[in-house]
């Protein structure tokens, strides 16, 4: 055969080597043989083959004679590679000996050709042994020296090659889990490796794709039950989250959809919030609002207690020109930081909600995608574009809005456009990191909200005339309730399902104006440190009782009882109400609570109430009524100081 190798390479010396140099080197290699597992026979015609190089480049004719060769060689064919012709006795020996001189892909080539028909060793030889394992071992270092040189598709396919090559020899099992370990260990190169590559290179792209998917589905999900990274050959959850990271990029938001939705069915549930962003993303940035729409049905579907998908509903409902869902979403957030800020904003609750909503589409939703613009989320666009504009008044039509939900004009005020050009500066680290986590966030798919900075503002300008279809959907009675205490350590959860259908946004019931059984106002704060629930009773039943009050023309101080964003709601619709000569006669009585969560600063309960409404005008005439019935409704209570105050409400829960 003809082995491509000279002599001094085969002996492992420098051309200019003296002879004392080859001889001393001869001996090292004599008493040093690979022990990887090779026959007897093969390692001393090894020895055979590398005395023969020493006594030619230790004889000065001989050396002189073969370097004249060599250079005649080089000059008529000088891209030609120099060899050495072995008889077949020799031909392990000389891969052995190629293989240890770093020629891997070689030897490993010209072995493999040694195993098939009709040169194949008979079965059961010593040189079938030999060949079968030096082709595994020059297999993983041919495999290593592509890695090394980022060639990742090229060593992959010499595993590849070897792995066929150990399944059809059957000698050895343990080489063979050697070489697709290795494999597995490469994947992720390979798919960064495809992905990365051109677009116009489509069967490199979809051979990615489908790695990618491999990879997933082959570790149990994006979040590994165990730490896989004990294993030889796979990636530990951080190593997979900061590879995940790396090719998203190079990914479309289509692409992205189509391999989360895949997951997600697979039983991945963290696939299902990445399905939500890709839909989020996709419809914003192809302004296909039905997009969004999926990605709100996808939402409620996951059911993971670690995520609060409130802020979430609220932006896809506040995108899809839903304010007053949006707005019962963000009164009930478990964030106690994030309430904070949307009560202390200086605009009022659209501009809030708008701000927020821009920001999580910039930093949580559009970037991470090959064919998406993060830049800027532009929601004047959004809600300007006809496309838009056509779905959401196609929701409008099916009577997906409540009935009792005022139009608002398409024009907006002057304080209220004065209010959008505040705004905030948004935390890049996750909420429920400390303060360790600005150096290793977490994974995208843990993010589950943003929340904003503590300290200062950043000026983001919002055109008027797009959100005038949000503003249009607005109801002038705020549904977004302080739901946070002054104390920033105030915990307010909130105990709407994921799955639950929308609640009723009737009237909270209130007491009645019968004049056989007409409520009186309450005059003493609840201060109790652990409330019984005969307090708690009466604490309800005192805002209901105030609220009576209130809503007939009476005076009535409902700041005993409740916080001062309710308190404004009462006396907002009982403005209205005054405005057109009606009078509200209503009848509520609670039968029975059920306290549903208890903290030190934060109660939350179920009541049953038994409720009947009249409306009448000004002349006693009944206007509308509602016949007696029970609801159930929660309620939120927080402590301000000593005192405890309703802080919020969710009818029909």
């Not at 990271?245 to 938001?253: E, K």
């Not at 039509?397 to 409540?402: L, N």
């Not at 209220?416 to 705004?423: E, G, Q, V």
């Not at 709601?569 to 209205?576: A, I, K, L, M, W």
Request: with cysteine; charged share 25%.
């Amino acid at each position: 055969m003809d082995l491509p190798i000279d002599h001094f390479r085969l002996l492992g010396v420098s051309p200019s080597a003296e002879p004392e140099a080859i001889l001393r080197r001869l001996q090292t290699r004599c008493d040093s043989p690979p022990d990887q597992g090779f026959t007897h026979e093969a390692l001393l015609q090894r020895a055979d083959l590398l005395r023969r190089s020493a006594d030619l480049l230790s004889d000065p004719t001989d050396r002189a004679d073969y370097e004249a060769a060599l250079l005649r060689l080089s000059e008529s064919h000088p891209n030609g590679t120099v060899g050495l012709d072995l008889p077949t006795s020799s031909e392990v020996a000389g891969l052995i000996l190629l293989w240890e001189a770093h020629g891997a892909v070689e030897a490993f080539q010209l072995a493999r050709q040694g195993l098939q028909p009709p040169q194949a060793p008979a079965l059961g030889s010593g040189r079938e042994a030999d060949l079968t394992l030096l082709a595994a071992l020059a297999c993983r270092d041919a495999a290593l020296e592509e890695e090394e040189q980022r060639r990742y598709e090229s060593a992959a396919q010499l595993l590849m090659d070897g792995i066929q090559l150990q399944q059809r020899m059957g000698k050895l099992p343990d080489q063979q889990h050697l070489l697709e370990e290795a494999l597995q260990a490469l994947t992720p190169f390979r798919i960064l490796d495809l992905l990365s590559r051109d677009l116009g290179d489509q069967d490199s792209h979809q051979r990615g794709l489908t790695l990618l998917d491999e990879l997933v589905v082959a570790r149990g999900g994006l979040e590994a039950v165990t730490d896989e990274g004990d294993h030889p050959g796979s990636l530990s959850q951080a190593d997979f989250e900061s590879f995940f990271h790396q090719i998203r990029r190079f990914l479309t938001v289509q692409e992205q959809i189509d391999l989360f939705g895949r997951w997600f069915e697979g039983g991945t549930d963290d696939a299902g919030f990445l399905t939500v962003l890709a839909l989020t993303a996709a419809g914003f940035s192809r302004r296909k609002p039905e997009f969004l729409e999926q990605a709100r049905d996808r939402m409620q579907t996951l059911a993971n207690a670690d995520l609060d998908p409130m802020p979430l509903l609220g932006c896809l409902d506040l995108l899809l020109g839903n304010v007053k869902d949006a707005e019962r979403h963000f009164a009930v957030l478990r964030d106690a930081e994030l309430q904070a800020w949307f009560l202390n904003h200086p605009g009022d609750r659209l501009a809030a909600q708008c701000e927020y909503c821009r920001a999580w589409l910039e930093r949580d939703v559009l970037p991470g995608y090959r064919d998406v613009d993060a830049s800027v989320a532009d929601l004047d666009a959004w809600f300007a574009d006809r496309d838009v504009q056509s779905y959401v008044d196609r929701l409008d039509r099916k009577a997906s809005r409540q009935p009792d939900v005022e139009d608002m004009p398409l024009a907006w005020s002057a304080a209220a456009a004065a209010s959008l050009d505040s705004s905030f500066e948004m935390n890049e680290a996750d909420p429920e990191t400390d303060s360790d986590a600005a150096e290793s966030p977490p994974s995208f798919w843990r993010q589950r909200w943003i929340r904003p900075a503590a300290g200062g503002l950043v000026v983001v300008g919002i055109a008027l005339g797009g959100l005038a279809l949000v503003r249009r959907n607005l109801d002038q009675a705020p549904l977004m309730t302080e739901t946070a205490s002054e104390s920033p350590e105030a915990e307010v959860e909130a105990a709407v399902e994921l799955d639950a259908p929308p609640p009723p946004l009737t009237e909270e019931p209130v007491a009645s104006l019968k004049p056989d059984l007409r409520p009186s106002a309450p005059s003493e704060p609840l201060v109790s440190d652990a409330p019984t629930e005969a307090e708690l009773q009466a604490l309800v039943q005192g805002w209901l009782d105030a609220k009576a009050l209130a809503l007939s023309g009476q005076p009535a101080d409902l700041s005993i009882v409740a916080r001062d964003p309710l308190v404004k709601r009462v006396e907002r619709e009982r403005t209205t109400d005054e405005a057109a000569g009606r009078l509200k006669l209503i009848d509520a009585s609670i039968t029975s609570i059920d306290v549903v969560d208890r903290k030190p600063l934060r109660i939350e309960l179920r009541a049953q109430v038994a409720y009947s409404d009249r409306l009448q005008g000004a002349d006693g005439a009944v206007i509308d009524e509602t016949a007696p019935s029970d609801f159930s409704v929660t309620y939120v209570l927080g402590r301000d100081g000593k005192q405890w105050r309703l802080h919020a409400y969710i009818p029909g829960s």
